[in-house]
């Protein structure tokens, strides 16, 4: 049924999405799809890299220890935003037509407050994606 | 396994001379939530800026007049002991400017001197991002957005009043004006007097304002995206101070920063209210009032808000955009309404007066025209410099992928090509209607006979056809640029007091936006805007030491860069 299936990550916060990384790689196992783990950095340096290259090299290691552990085939795609506060969900948007995933695995938080002025990451995405989209609630 | 290469981007970014510091960027951040809202913020850089902009807030309000004696001096008619001329008189603002005089004007020589330099010299090659970067940006939008957040409303407001002003009254190298006392003209001075009202002009909004913004733009984007260090004021002194830069050394750099952009830009908004606010009285017949002033800045402040919410490609850029193409139009309607003949004849005058006059306006010694030299140029250095940190970051942001070269072009020639276009423009067709109707003129009432920056440019407009419609479109224009000002420095602020994050919370772009509009509506309110407008330009004084440093610094990373 799905033959690349996407999982944006924050490398900053992985601890918070273990259900949608163990979702994920339970959903590729049983389509036999591959993962495509994403992630979206600024230009400027940050704390996972001093530069896209950098930031790069961390995502590529954690696919290579998510292939390793969980016995799937993935890569990796680094997305650059100028703004990443507030351009993450078209950063993903591009991200799938550039991986060419069919279904999209994202862990996001509950509802609260503050989705009514800033909306979650996803909700765009699941709004204009071509492919499916499952929200994964975060523990 | 990892099976397949990185797809996003096709390679790093190329080589380039990553300094190798101990610092991990964002380890003096605290982040959490306050309610639903997150935060991410630099300790203690944010909450030392914070309060002691609301400590000067206080100062401003609760010491009024001392504080406006302080800034701005007081009348020595009506203060016993106080001399004209003394520092008591003057204040600390025309103080600095006038004593000062000399290093401000050959800092901001070498600063222009230094930019022609970097063009022709090898070191122009260098990519900032590295050698295989590519531009985030194509030219007319990088070109919008440094021009809306660079200069925009000053173009406005004195695009029409510092042209005929030169002209006919501050006599700037003591070229004589051609308008008698009595009204007539004396037309043997025109020519000369034309020339170097347009050449006056360029001046201060030329090469030298552009270097200025240059310079803290190039070091800024040379040692985030070349040297790999946090995208905030206190990256470009790594090279001076070293690793104290991430302690006290480089919180006092910052948290100066933030003060003179947050002050600059709210002091500007609630100013640039009240020329607003003026602009409505005089083509709708809208009261001009507090009330009207406050509603202005909360528009202002709600578009952007916005526009930050949008970010800075769905909001600023956008808006910059719209902006640049309003302008223009304006710009072309007024050079055809004139006659575009006569105003493309003004255009070569202004430039060629302005390569002529360039050498003497810039010389700082044995000048006799020092209410040109202290009133104009002086002011306009230190009001460019204070300025400098939130244009030069917000500049160095969206500048990754040029070369050092092509930087420097663009932001230092092709803006003062735009500038010298656009005061011959505004200013050629303004001259035209004082000359034509010395005594009568719109223009002559509104900036030699009275001295009116915010009508000046509606005097004019009233001059050429269409004006009922031309003047909304110039309100229009000044209340799109205040908002891209005020959304691009929040944008900086946020990142300042984030330690050079570009991804913290939305909330805390909210909160600079927000109290940016807070602090304008209180000043306004409280009458404390003319004493913080001049401590914001009387810290143009340390930041000109600050923009020499960085000179030194920048040489120094470009030459580590070409190994």
């Known amino acids: 049924m799905f033959k690349k299936i996407m999982v944006p990550v924050d490398l900053a916060r992985i601890e918070q999405l273990a259900k949608a990384l163990d979702c994920a790689a339970d959903m590729a196992v049983h389509y036999g799809a591959d993962i495509c783990y994403v992630g979206v950095t600024g230009a400027t340096p940050g704390p996972l890299g001093r530069n896209p290259g950098e930031y790069t090299e961390r995502l590529k290691a954690f696919a290579g220890e998510q292939a390793a552990a969980r016995g799937v085939n993935a890569s990796h795609h680094t997305e650059i935003a100028n703004d990443p506060t507030t351009e993450v969900d078209d950063a993903l948007i591009r991200a799938v037509g550039a991986v060419g995933a069919d279904l999209v695995v994202m862990g996001t938080h509950d509802p609260r407050f503050s989705d009514f002025l800033w909306p979650a990451n996803g909700i765009r995405l699941a709004g204009h994606s071509t492919a499916s989209v499952f929200l994964v609630r975060e523990d | 396994m990892a099976d397949s290469p990185n797809q996003g981007i096709p390679e790093p970014e190329g080589t380039a001379d990553i300094i190798d510091t101990e610092y991990d960027i964002g380890q003096d951040n605290i982040e959490g939530h306050l309610g639903p809202f997150g935060f991410d913020i630099h300790n203690p850089v944010f909450m030392i800026s914070g309060l002691t902009i609301v400590a000067f807030v206080f100062y401003a309000l609760a010491f009024k007049e001392n504080a406006d004696a302080l800034f701005n001096g007081v009348d ?83 695009g029409v009043l510092e042209p005929v002003y030169h002209m006919a009254v501050s006599q700037p190298l003591g070229v004589p004006s051609p308008i008698a006392e009595d009204g007539t003209i004396i037309a043997a001075n025109v020519d000369a007097a034309r020339q170097m009202g347009l050449a006056a002009t360029i001046y201060h909004w030329g090469l030298h304002p552009w270097a200025i913004y240059a310079i803290v733009a190039l070091a800024l984007a040379l040692f985030t995206f070349n040297k790999g260090l946090p995208l905030t004021i206190r990256s470009a002194f790594y090279p001076i101070f070293g690793e104290r830069i991430w302690g006290w050394t480089g919180h006092v750099i910052d948290t100066v920063a933030v003060f003179a952009t947050l002050f600059g830009l709210a002091t500007s908004l609630g100013f640039g209210a009240q020329q607003a606010n003026a602009g409505l009285s005089h083509v709708f017949g809208i009261p001009t009032s507090t009330t009207v002033q406050v509603i202005l800045i909360t528009g202002i402040t709600a578009v952007a808000l916005i526009s930050v919410l949008r970010g800075l490609d769905g909001g600023v850029k956008l808006l910059s955009e719209i902006n640049m193409v309003i302008a223009g139009l304006l710009l072309f309607f007024v050079l055809f309404a004139a006659g575009a003949a006569s105003i493309l004849s003004e255009f070569v005058t202004g430039i060629v007066g302005y390569v002529r006059e360039i050498l003497p306006l810039s010389n700082p010694v044995g000048r006799e025209d020092t209410a040109y030299m202290h009133g104009w140029t002086t002011f306009y250095w230190a009001w460019w410099i204070s300025w400098s940190p939130f244009v030069g970051m917000f500049i160095a942001r969206v500048s990754r992928g040029r070369t050092v070269r092509e930087f420097i072009t663009c932001v230092l020639i092709i803006p003062s090509i735009v500038c010298v276009l656009w005061m011959a423009v505004f200013g050629g067709a303004a001259i035209e209607q004082v000359l034509a109707d010395p005594v009568g003129s719109p223009v002559t009432a509104e900036v030699i006979a009275g001295y009116n920056p915010p009508m000046s440019l509606f005097a004019m407009l009233e001059g050429l056809p269409l004006a009922s419609i031309t003047s909304v479109i110039a309100i229009v224009l000044v209340i799109v640029f205040f908002v891209t000002s005020s959304d691009s420095g929040s944008l900086v602020i946020d990142t300042i007091t984030a330690g050079g994050k570009v991804d913290a919370p939305v909330p805390q772009r909210v909160f600079w936006c927000t109290f940016e509009g807070a602090v304008a509506i209180v000043l306004l309110l409280g009458g404390g805007l003319g004493a913080l407008q001049a401590m914001v330009i009387s810290t143009g004084l340390p930041f000109t030491i600050v923009l020499l440093l960085m000179c030194w610094a920048i040489m120094k990373g470009l030459i580590a860069e070409k190994g």
């Open chain 2, 76 to 158: 020595p008619a009506a203060v016993a002991g106080c001399e004209a001329g003394a520092f008591c008189d003057i204040g600390l603002r025309v103080w600095l400017t006038s004593v000062f005089d000399w290093f401000f004007m050959s800092a901001a020589n070498i600063f222009v001197l230094f930019c022609l330099f970097l063009i022709v010299s090898p070191w122009g090659s260098v990519r900032l991002g590295g050698a295989d970067a590519s531009p985030d940006y194509g030219y007319a939008g990088w070109f919008a957005m440094l021009f809306a957040a660079g200069m925009g409303i000053g173009l406005m407001f004195f």
